[in-house]
């Protein structure tokens, strides 16, 4: 089976440019999680699709930042226009249940290290 | 609220040297919680979690975490560290909409 595949890896980028980054979950996983984690700090929840509903988006910094699943399969998250402080590692997961005690827990992208400069 | 906190963002140990890594959590309600894994260049790996039962928790690779509800503690330990476990772990409580608080992390490098 296929993992949770982010792409670009790695994107660096100026001040006040826009940037897309992709997350393909795992076939089937209807909840799809995007992440942050901004160097040296702890890594934060930014939102959750469950299918293309954003069923909670509570942790997304600003409205430079969107988000969208369409179809229910992968998702976007676009920044426009880039900050400084949007440099981090944005993590994406998907998961088939939402149940902590559910042998189908979270899967994890390997992130998308953004810099912007 | 809930929140986690990890002592020390690096831990050094030498090879074959038990590993201690400490989390503290604050929950009012009572937690579910987890260590993850990340190597480099890889996403978060599931070492293990603790839902419910049984207060000591055995994960993958030999690592084991033990919950202690009057210490508010889930620390990771491992009786023999190996150069491969040198990674950065990070300890998370399960939050009401199915989602992650993350503790700072802590690096853990392996001495030869």
């Known amino acids: 089976e296929a993992g949770v595949t982010q792409f670009p890896s790695h994107s660096v980028i100026e001040k006040g440019q826009t940037v897309t980054l992709r997350c393909d979950p795992i076939?089937?996983?209807?909840?799809l999680y995007w992440y942050r984690r901004v160097m040296g700090k702890e890594i934060k929840f930014l939102l959750h699709?469950?299918?293309?509903?954003?069923?909670?988006e509570s942790g997304m910094p600003n409205n430079r930042f969107l988000a969208e699943r369409t179809g229910g399969t992968y998702s976007t998250l676009k920044v426009q226009p880039a900050e400084l402080e949007d440099s981090g590692v944005y993590f994406c997961?998907?998961?088939?249940?939402?149940?902590?005690?559910?042998?189908?827990?979270?899967?994890f992208g390997s992130g998308t290290r953004l810099t912007v400069v | 609220a809930q929140s986690v906190t990890q002592l020390g963002s690096h831990v050094s140990v030498s090879e074959g040297a038990l590993v201690l890594l400490r989390c503290n959590y604050s929950?009012?309600?009572?937690?579910?919680l987890f260590w993850y894994v990340q190597y480099p260049n890889q996403g978060l790996q599931l070492l293990l979690k603790?839902?419910?039962?049984?207060?000591l928790v055995k994960g993958i690779n030999g690592f084991e975490a033990e919950f202690k509800k009057s210490e508010t503690s889930f620390h990771l330990t491992k009786p023999s560290a190996h150069m491969s476990d040198a990674a950065e772990y990070f300890c998370a409580v399960g939050a009401g909409t199915y989602k992650y608080i993350f503790g700072t992390g802590t690096r853990l490098k392996v001495l030869a």
């Open positions: 603790y839902t419910t039962g049984a207060t």
């Open positions: 076939s089937g996983h209807d909840n």
């Open positions: 699709f469950v299918k293309e509903s954003k069923q909670d």
């Open positions: 929950s009012s309600v009572p937690p579910y």
């Open positions: 997961a998907s998961s088939q249940e939402m149940a902590w005690g559910s042998n189908y827990g979270y899967t």
